[in-house]
């Protein structure tokens, strides 16, 4: 029987374990109540807001809502948007490499106190992370006088920006990458190595295609968060129309000022850049579960 259970491929021997134990199958009204449930609150607090957010951009027509993107200080919020995403995303990817790799690969002392600080971004709050960036580059913070003399700017400037982004985005690519690099193991690392491979000959032909996926949904999240990241900004930006705002804090001002169309109609612009975002997540995932069924076939 167990030679059997083996030679099932993977998602029929799922399929099987669900029909056959008792300990998981509910009754169909209980899956039908539970679906209903999960699909009534996504369709009121995520596909109804975000359908509310295109209907607002083109209530009045097509023309006010092309205008609204063109307008000097929507596309300076789009191009600061785009240059902080440039920047920070490939900052954190060699970062979450760097990181992953050594808490993966190797044992070293402090290698827990380690990840924990990949993980401090998300339990500190963006504001406060603006906050902490303030009191360190401000005008009467740690460094700020020093700047001054040297005429750095970094606070209420795009340097600030960016370290602000770059913070509360880094644990995104490492996070994707170490949990998968340790079940992965040293094992096809170290023969690469004792069949004569350097170092990034290893890192080019075994490592990286073993956790490209991984690393590609890492970079989307990482990118995702570094556009629509509002909070730790706003700290530190200013908020200079034409200079330091990015298109989240664009779109509050403009909601501030009673300028509901021209909000709305950037504020689509992030939302379809979430949607972009979940259609590659989606994709992404779809990759992993065909890889992962083909070896289980190849590897009954």
């Known amino acids: 029987m167990a030679g059997v259970a083996l030679a099932v491929p993977g998602p029929q021997r799922a399929r099987a374990r669900y ?20 699909l009534l609150f996504f369709a009121t607090f995520l596909l109804l807001p975000l359908i509310a957010v295109f209907v607002e951009a083109l209530r009045r027509g097509w023309a006010v809502y092309v205008a609204a993107l063109v307008e000097p200080d ?10 902080t995403a440039a920047l920070a995303v490939p900052l954190n990817l060699i970062f979450g490499l760097a990181a992953a790799w050594a808490i993966a690969k190797f044992e070293f002392r402090g290698k827990q106190f380690l990840t924990t600080l990949i993980d401090l971004p998300f339990s500190v ?47 995104f690519v490492a996070r994707e990458l ?7 193991g040293t094992e096809e690392e170290e023969a690469a190595l004792t ?18 996926w991984a690393l590609l949904y890492g970079v989307i999240l990482c990118n995702a968060r570094a556009m629509g990241e509002f909070g730790a900004v706003s700290v530190v930006s200013g908020h ?32 379809l850049l979430a ?23 190849e590897h009954p």
């Open 178 to 184: 170490i949990p998968l690099m340790q079940a992965q």
């Open 125 to 171: 709050s963006p504001v406060i992370a603006g906050l902490i960036y303030v009191l360190v580059f401000g005008a009467q913070g740690w460094f700020g006088p020093w700047l001054s003399e040297h005429g750095i700017k970094i606070i209420f400037a795009v340097p600030g920006i960016i370290l602000a982004t770059i913070f509360v985005t880094f644990p």
């Open 74 to 83: 929507a596309l300076s919020a789009i191009r600061l948007t785009l240059l």
């Open 240 to 271: 200079i129309r034409g200079l330091t705002n990015t298109m989240p804090l664009h779109v509050e001002i403009l909601y501030n000022e009673y300028q509901f169309a021209a909000a709305f109609a950037v504020a689509s612009l992030l939302a």
């Open 275 to 297: 949607l972009v975002t979940l259609a590659l997540k989606t994709y992404i995932e779809w990759q992993v579960t065909r890889q992962t069924s083909r070896r289980e076939g």
């Open 195 to 212: 069949l004569g491979a350097s170092g990034w000959q290893m890192f080019w032909r075994v490592t990286l295609p073993n956790i490209k």
């Open 19 to 38: 029909e056959t134990n008792p300990a998981i199958r509910e009754s169909g009204a209980v899956r039908i109540l539970i679906l209903t449930i999960s």
